[in-house]
Every structure is written in C-alpha cells, then in structure tokens.
C-alpha cells in the first residue's frame, strides 16, 4: 500500500506553483525597459504582419 497525502497539502502546493509562475512571467513583461518593450512589440507587429502575408485567402 502506498502512503496516505495530505490533501489540503497537494492543493496549496500547487497553487503555489502556479503563483510563482505567474510572478515569473509578470517580471519578464513588467522588469523591461522602454526601449526593450518598444523593440519586442516591434517584433511580434513584425511577426503577425508577415503571417498575415502569408495566409491563403479565398
């Protein structure tokens, strides 16, 4: 038989998790500077801009 969990346990654990990751994310976008913010939306306009010019239309 294996061990009993605690539950109440598993459950804050994981919600931890999840919370760090978040928090972690949140730094990534909020930690950037001005210029470094201006220069990846730059990117992804760029990205979405020629996936766009690459789509079949009908």
Do not use: C, H, Y
Not at 16 to 22: F, V
Not at 23 to 51: I, P
């Amino acid at each position: 038989m294996s061990t009993p969990i605690n539950l109440n346990k598993a459950r804050k654990a994981r919600a931890r998790a999840e919370k760090k990751a978040r928090a972690d994310a949140n730094a990534v976008s909020f930690g950037l500077t001005k210029a470094e913010k201006d220069r990846v939306k730059d990117a992804n306009k760029r990205a979405k801009r020629d996936l766009d010019g690459k789509r079949k239309r009908p």
